[in-house]
């Protein structure tokens, strides 16, 4: 399908200079940044390469994968390795003093936070462990990667004669510290960025994400600012659902056929609702449920294989929470991969190996079979997993390395989180909207109730959940106060839409089912 904004993708691989781009929702944003950077690539004359930073792993390897040999010796990583590895580690020292000539390890767990700037270069002096605020607002990595910018002429050097371009990924969710440095970046060392994101879609408002920092780049002059709005993932009647809600999406509303794509129940007694779903879903085909909190996805979960409906619920790995970050934890992360994710072998665990060519890869491959095979001893498993961490050169054991090793072993040990690291191979899912950001259904159900729209968070929250499905919705609303907030918000957002002069009435979106009158079979 040739894209009704060819014209506007056409310029963004062309144009010179700093470029924002706001891409919507299945607008294939990905896909142009790959495209951009090859273009990029193939036209640089000189030394210089381009970083491509990311707010995930998962995010930084679909990155290398698309960009195949092209990634050349292009950074390609997250926000955080970018400044620890590129400004911290290598020049620190540059401005605090020789005493900071030494490795630097992250560690951003709660045990480790800081309040202070000070407190924090305290830390790396005495331990040598860069820590994270206790206030999720402030990001002591990047404010600390700013001020070593503006003193140590050896850095900016570094990064002006290294980088031709920079690339960042869903920039709405940079916080204020990480949006001062990128800004630094391009303001004072004159390297361009290349900017993606959508401010619909910011999600982690409540741990520092500064949108207004995205809505400000694309009001400035030196910036070229693109709006990316053909949805090549979902359906128009999902568009136009999805759109109306936020007022800078309004405009890309398009009049089309309905034919009940998007549809609502009213409910009192969840027997109903789960009778309503039965019929409604096509189990020929892909389904979440997508919930705001993780409780109300697994008892939606249980209530409906208790109707022989069997939704997998998707639970999070405690792996992958944020205050377990450290130097070493994403060998615990690959090896839950390599244990439990059926399409992940020892090949992608050499992906993950930071300089694979300094390993043998036949060693590598006897300390996986070595740590496969003690699955069933702890004690074992403890040993040989230490081993692998020794191997690949963290040789100190520590409480942080002894830790995420337990946390390892209980999620290996605990059948529940199977589905979590295979999620690709389930039709029919329950799972948090922050777990499926990324993924694609061909249908898609939601709580209307657990939405406030007053909350700015909970609107984001919201777009990324309705955008999801490509060919169906069905929102489930409890006959109480949130679910009548939530039908007036639908009629608020109509009446805006008119304003714009659209000709719209809300049965031209959704199709409203009461099931507290009456019980009806699905049209």
């Known amino acids: 399908m040739r894209p009704v904004d060819i014209d506007i993708r056409d310029q963004i691989l062309n144009i010179n200079g700093n470029i924002v781009i706001s891409a919507s929702a299945g607008t294939g944003k990905t896909y142009t940044t790959v495209n951009r950077i090859i273009r990029d690539v193939n036209n640089v004359n000189n030394y210089q390469t381009f970083a491509a930073i990311t707010f995930t792993r998962k995010a930084a390897k679909e990155i290398k994968d698309r960009l195949g040999i092209n990634k050349g010796t292009g950074f390609i990583g997250t926000n955080d390795n970018f400044v620890l590895t590129e400004i911290i580690q290598p020049f620190m020292y540059d401005v605090y003093g020789n005493e900071f000539k030494k490795e630097i390890f992250p560690d951003y767990s709660n045990q480790n936070m800081i309040n202070k700037f000070d407190e924090g270069v305290g830390k790396i002096r005495e331990d040598g462990y860069l820590c994270k605020y206790d206030n999720n607002h402030k990001n002591f990595a990047f404010q600390l990667g700013l001020d070593i910018l503006k003193n140590s002429a050896s850095a900016r050097r570094y990064l002006k004669s290294k980088y031709f371009r920079l690339y960042i990924d869903e920039y709405q969710d940079c916080d204020v ?44 002059d030196d910036f070229h600012t693109f709006n990316l709005w053909h949805n090549f993932r979902s359906n128009q009647p999902i568009q136009n659902y999805s759109n109306i809600f936020m007022e800078e999406a309004r405009n890309n509303y398009n009049v089309c056929e309905f034919n009940s794509e998007v549809q609502l129940i009213v409910y009192t007694n ?81 992906l ?32 040989s997993c230490i081993e692998f961490y020794r191997y690949l050169g963290y040789s100190s054991l520590n409480e942080k390395m002894s830790n995420e090793i337990n946390i390892l072993y209980t999620v290996i040990s605990d059948q529940r989180y199977i ?19 990324g993924l694609e259904f061909e249908q898609v159900i939601i709580n209307g109730n657990e939405y406030n729209f ?53 049965p031209d979106i959704i199709e409203m089912i009461d099931l507290t009158k009456s019980k009806l079979e699905v049209p």
């Not at 690291?421 to 950001?437: L, P, V």
Request: proline residues 3%.
């Open 177 to 220: 510290d990480m949006h001062n440095l990128f800004i630094y970046i391009s303001d004072n060392l004159k390297i361009p960025l290349f900017l993606v994101g959508d401010i619909k879609q910011s999600i982690y408002g409540w741990r520092g994400a500064y949108s207004d920092g995205f809505k400000d780049l694309m009001k400035r």
């Open 352 to 383: 993950e190996i930071p300089m694979p060519d300094a390993f043998e890869i036949r060693k590598i491959r006897s300390l996986l079979l070595k740590v496969k095979q003690n699955l069933l001893n702890k004690s074992d498993f403890y040993n």
């Open 419 to 437: 589905p979590y690291y295979n999620a690709e191979k389930y039709r029919q899912t329950t799972s948090t909207i922050h777990s499926s950001k």
């Open 454 to 506: 007053r909350n700015e968070n909970d609107r984001y929250l919201h777009y990324v959940a309705v955008s999801r499905p490509k060919n169906r919705l069905l929102i489930l609303l409890k006959n109480d106060y949130r679910g009548k907030k939530y039908l007036e918000e639908i009629e608020n957002v109509v009446i805006e839409t008119q304003k714009l002069g659209f000709r719209i009435n809300t």
């Open 270 to 350: 969840e027997n109903d609702a789960l009778d309503y779903i039965e019929n409604w879903l096509n189990k020929d085909q892909k389904c979440s449920f997508l919930n705001y909190r993780r409780d109300t996805a697994e008892d939606w979960s249980n209530l409906l294989k208790e109707r022989e409906i069997e939704f997998v619920y998707l639970p999070h790995s405690p792996l992958d929470n944020g205050d377990l970050e450290s130097e070493h934890v994403w060998i615990a992360r690959m090896l839950a991969s390599y244990l439990l994710e059926d399409r992940y072998n020892e090949y992608d665990v050499l």
